[in-house]
């Protein structure tokens, strides 16, 4: 397994911001994405992004109740993706967690990830 850490995560009011981080150790991810994952609910899709190596483009994804607020980017020289999250809301509030995969399947789908952090908690008050 590589080990995927997070970091980031706290106790912000609503319309803060924080920014996560996920650093893989030892290897780059063509795709990586951020799930979450509140209390009683199931975890859901916030971003992805998939770096086509041949073109050297970043493609970015995102959940339709992030679009607008979230912004995911990686650093492919320190192995570390990043989500920015800007005018948080009390239902952002969840475990965050990091995930990576080489496959192909889609990645808004958590089943086409082999590889997840442990998760930050991000708590937005109202």
């Known amino acids: 397994q590589v080990p995927l850490v997070e970091s980031g995560g706290g106790l912000v009011e609503a319309g803060g911001s924080l920014r996560l981080s996920c650093a893989a150790s030892?290897?780059?991810?063509?795709?990586m994405a951020w799930f979450r994952q509140a209390p009683g609910k199931e975890r859901e899709f916030a971003a992805g992004?998939?770096?086509?190596?041949?073109?050297?483009?970043?493609?970015?994804y995102y959940a339709d109740s992030v679009k607008g607020r979230f912004t995911i980017s990686r650093d492919n020289a320190k192995n570390t993706v990043y989500l920015q999250m800007s005018n948080l809301k009390p239902e952002d509030t969840a475990v965050y967690y990091c995930?990576?995969?080489?496959?192909?399947?889609?990645?808004?789908?958590?089943?086409?990830?082999?590889?997840w952090g442990q998760g930050t908690q991000v708590t937005v008050s109202s």
């Open positions: 995930a990576a995969t080489e496959s192909y399947g889609a990645i808004y789908n958590r089943q086409s990830f082999g590889y």
């Open positions: 030892d290897r780059t991810f063509s795709r």
């Open positions: 992004i998939y770096w086509n190596t041949n073109w050297d483009t970043a493609y970015t």
